[in-house]
């Protein structure tokens, strides 16, 4: 079973994924779908990253779905995340 982590963009909110999260589970996976402090203008991406990695926390086999303004989250996460997160595309 996949963890997939769905990071929105720009205005983070989680709710952007509600219409993926249930094909994921009817599909047997896990969906995360992050809520991100897009109206906190003091929040960067480093900020971002430590919530989504949070999120991950001790997952294994993590998919990290990143739209639009996540895609400048999502490395970074990559970068730190201790999950072996599925980004070997963005290497």
């Given amino acids: 079973m996949a963890s997939f982590v769905l990071v929105?963009?720009?205005?983070?909110?989680?709710?952007?994924?509600h219409r993926v999260v249930p094909p994921i589970h009817a599909a047997g996976h896990?969906?995360?779908?992050v809520d991100l402090p897009g109206d906190d203008r003091?929040?960067?991406l480093?900020?971002?990253?430590?919530?989504?990695?949070?999120?991950?926390?001790?997952?294994?086999d993590v998919v990290l779905v990143?739209?639009?303004?996540a895609g400048?989250?999502?490395?970074l996460v990559c970068l730190h995340a201790p999950c072996g997160c599925s980004c070997s595309s963005m290497r």
Wanted: glycine fraction near 10%; hydrophobic fraction near 60%; charge should be positive.
């Fill in 8 to 17: 929105p963009g720009a205005g983070g909110m989680a709710w952007y994924w």
């Fill in 30 to 33: 896990a969906a995360i779908a």
């Fill in 42 to 44: 003091h929040a960067g």
């Fill in 46 to 60: 480093a900020a971002y990253a430590e919530i989504v990695a949070r999120a991950i926390a001790e997952r294994r």
């Fill in 66 to 69: 990143a739209q639009s303004l």
């Fill in 72 to 75: 400048f989250t999502a490395p």
